[in-house]
């Protein structure tokens, strides 16, 4: 039966990606999970070894990225949400585009990020073989629960696993209130020379290389040879080259991102002379970056008023751009320094007025997809391949 | 008098989804108006002399863990000086969480009972998992005739504007007026239309976003209120972003 629904949607994602109906990332899978809630399970028995499992608010993407790199290199075959598609239809889609139509294939391991509410609805169904948890904090909170509803779910799911790696950051308090049997814990310790900057990356580089070195013992070195190449992944450090303007992507999802980014930011820029660093704040408020903008305020007012020491000018966009404008007024930063710009398509002539500047570009997610587009489906930018 | 001395209630526990913005809020509008301000955090530990001589009262929502740490000194420590204080037409800002509190108990989803500062009249009932919390955007205007013409006199503006998130219900049990009459979102327990509670110098609402960010004219409204004068009174400054700000989330609300 399983069988069945495999090979019937494996057609359907087939067709949606011929016809241009999407990527096929989520609706086969979402499909799949209606014919049989517990498909999930079966998919996971295709793989040789197990599935890793990677959650927390923020890092996610990043750190499966980099893990899913590593296994790479040891020539053992993974399967992967590329789309970041965190859901689980998203991670039975990734199955479906994989197993072959008729037979189990040869997969080594599924490597997944994992939407933090989420977690609780893949461990009903499956046993992985590690789970890592990276961080928590407030993250939309109109669309997820309070945190300690999501520490709860979490630590419930945890006592029906056994034989699973549990990988926590050792420096959360929250997530050290999660009980184990056998927990390994990371945090900044091990220091890297990465092209992913930032302390929150130190950590996202240092629990892919516990997990690493969980799977492929006594070879360390190799590991943090393949780490330390790995290169920033969409709109995550990302950088594109534009006019001659070098236009550095960091995602801004919610305060404590945005603290994290704007602290790089004051170090980065701080090498450039003042009048060359400008900085643009997408705030975008869909379903998909959270409806409720209040978390601006919650950003540390002492960051933002550090960076604009170091900046000409801070440009804001977005359907919400009033807001962020008005917050950095409230903030201390005079009104002369902030640009308002109040679509897109402007935001493209905006940037045809700058040469040779750095642009930092702070978007929430869905303003980062569009600004992303402009720069690569424009064919304007020459993108620093990541 | 010239001068606003804000006490901030559990700065660390109630401070969700931005409410710390309506202190930043008060206090540049302040430096910009030539006010001198004063802040002191209000926590479990700090002393009555600190705060007993305060003028204008915040206090917001938190998760209800955080709720339930300060609730026991809220109620033994502080409840009779919010009550003198309200009786004294002292001026507050009492979001969401701070706002059911004032009320005579908030009855929890097993139907047990806690007991609020019995401020007010009212209580809330949370709806647990058997009701969808009410969350989004809201817009509505002002019942109170003589704040509601004030405002609209002075700035053109009557509305207000935020961003609900809550689970509870509040009844009132006597005829209180409401801050606002809503176009757009539930507001106190999603059968009425009515929002908030307005009574002597104490405004409660359940708005986030914060309030004062998208809501200046109610900063002024408070702050002048504090000074027992009228916000016409008030310095002339530049409020062309915040009146943009206002306008254009209050239509893209109504979409």
Not at chain 1, 87 to 113: A, M, Q, W
Not at chain 1, 288 to 295: P, R, T
Not at chain 1, 341 to 356: N, Q, R, V, Y
Not at chain 2, 198 to 222: E, M, Q, R, T, W
Request: charged share 25%; aromatic share 12%.
């Amino acid at each position: 039966m399983n069988r069945l629904i495999h090979i019937f949607l494996k057609i359907l994602q087939l067709i949606i990606k011929k016809f241009n109906y999407g990527n096929g990332s989520t609706i086969p899978g979402h499909i799949a999970i209606k014919l049989n809630k517990n498909i999930l399970k079966w998919y996971t028995n295709k793989l040789n070894n197990g599935v890793i499992l990677i959650t927390g608010t923020n890092g996610k993407t990043t750190t499966s990225h980099l893990i899913k790199n590593g296994i790479d290199s040891f020539e053992k075959k993974v399967i992967f949400s590329s789309t970041g598609a965190n859901l689980e239809n998203g991670i039975v889609s990734s199955f479906i585009d994989s197993i072959p139509y008729f037979s189990k294939g040869n997969n080594d391991y599924g490597v997944f990020e994992v939407d933090e509410l989420n977690l609780k609805i893949l461990l009903n169904n499956i046993s992985p073989l590690s789970i890592v948890f990276l961080n928590l904090s407030r993250d939309q909170l109109d669309r997820y629960a309070e945190l300690e509803v999501i520490l709860n779910s979490w630590q419930t799911s945890l006592e029906k696993l056994t034989n699973t790696n549990i990988f926590i950051y050792k420096e959360d308090l929250l997530l050290n209130k999660l009980v184990f049997d056998k927990i390994i814990y990371f945090s900044n310790e091990l220091k890297f020379t990465s092209f992913l900057k930032g302390s929150f990356n130190e950590i996202n580089i240092n629990a892919s290389y516990k997990v690493l070195e969980s799977l492929f013992p006594k070879n360390q070195d190799k590991i943090k040879k393949v780490l330390e190449s790995f290169k920033p992944v969409f709109g995550r450090g990302e950088k594109f080259i534009y006019n001659n303007n070098e236009i550095t992507f960091l995602l801004n999802k919610n305060p404590s991102s945005f603290n994290e980014n704007l602290k790089l930011v004051i170090d980065l820029s701080a090498t450039y002379p003042h009048n060359n660093n400008i900085v643009v704040v997408g705030l975008n408020n869909n379903i998909a970056d959270g409806k409720d903008i209040s978390w601006i305020y919650d950003v540390q007012e002492n960051l933002l008023t550090n960076l604009d020491r170091n900046i000409d000018s801070w440009v804001c966009l977005g359907n919400r751009y009033i807001d962020i404008a008005t917050r950095l007024k409230y903030a201390g930063i005079k009104e002369e320094k902030t640009v308002l710009i109040d679509s897109f398509l402007k935001f493209k002539s905006f940037m045809d007025g700058f040469e040779g500047k750095n642009i930092w570009v702070l978007p929430t997610y869905t303003s980062m997809l569009t600004m992303r587009s402009i720069f690569n489906e424009s064919n304007l930018g020459k993108s620093i391949k990541a | 008098m010239n001068k606003i001395k804000m006490a901030w209630f559990y700065p660390h526990e109630l401070n969700l989804y931005g409410d710390r913005g309506n202190v930043e809020v008060i206090k540049k509008r302040c430096e910009w108006f030539g006010v001198d301000f004063e802040l002191v955090e209000v926590t479990k530990l700090t002393n009555k002399n600190k705060y007993i001589d305060c003028n204008l009262v915040f206090m917001g929502g938190g998760p209800d863990s955080e709720q339930s740490l300060v609730y026991e000194d809220l109620i033994q420590n502080k409840k009779k000086f919010l009550t003198d204080y309200y009786n004294n037409s002292g001026v507050g800002l009492f979001i969401c969480g701070a706002y059911q509190l004032l009320g005579k108990y908030y009855q929890l989803s097993d139907e047990t009972k806690i007991d609020g500062l019995e401020i007010f009249d009212f209580y809330t009932k949370s709806m647990g998992v058997k009701d969808k919390r009410f969350v989004g955007n809201v817009v509505g205007n002002i019942v109170n005739p003589e704040i509601s013409n004030l405002l609209e006199k002075n700035y053109k503006i009557s509305s207000v504007i935020g961003f609900e998130n809550h689970g509870g219900r509040t009844y009132f049990s006597k005829d209180y007026e409401p801050f606002l009459k809503l176009d757009i979102g539930n507001g106190n327990n999603g059968e009425t239309k009515n929002e908030g509670l307005v009574s002597k110098g104490f405004i409660c609402s359940y708005l986030h976003g914060p309030i004062l960010h998208l809501n200046f004219h109610i900063a002024d409204f408070l702050i002048a209120s504090v000074l027992s004068i009228s916000v016409a009174d008030l310095k002339q400054i530049d409020n062309k972003l915040e009146i943009l700000l206002h306008k254009t989330n209050k239509n893209l609300f109504k979409r």
